[in-house]
């Protein structure tokens, strides 16, 4: 079992910045891509960014030039640096992480963009 806590989350301006981390425990050696999905009411979770044990990220559209994935390994934490926040950028922000065949996913943390 892999348990993942998310923290960083909250109220944010417009055009402001926040930065969310997700910290594993368990059984860790498992793990290889980890990343961040988002959710907002009534629609389905989106992919946010996702990055590779080696490092390699991927980021959604309508993220890039915005958010930044970063990995430490060591730490078993994965982090969501997200700058000039929009107010679509609301959302329950999910960490995620693979240890297949089984995807596990953090409590959600809530981020809100006001303006």
């Known amino acids: 079992q892999v348990q993942l806590v998310e923290s960083g989350g909250g109220l944010v301006q417009v055009g402001g910045s926040l930065r969310l981390s997700c910290a594993a425990s368990?059984?860790?050696?498992?793990?290889?891509?980890m990343g961040w999905y988002r959710q907002t009411p009534g629609k389905q979770r989106e992919l946010v960014a996702t990055i590779t044990r080696g490092g390699r990220p991927n980021l959604a559209d309508s993220v890039k030039g915005r958010f930044t994935i970063s990995r430490d390994n060591a730490k078993n934490t994965v982090y969501l640096q997200m700058n000039s926040l929009k107010n679509e950028d609301t959302a329950v922000y999910y960490c995620?992480?693979?240890?297949?065949?089984?995807?596990?996913w953090g409590q959600g943390t809530q981020v809100t963009v006001s303006s």
């Open positions: 368990g059984s860790i050696s498992r793990i290889t891509d």
């Open positions: 995620n992480a693979v240890g297949w065949p089984v995807v596990y």
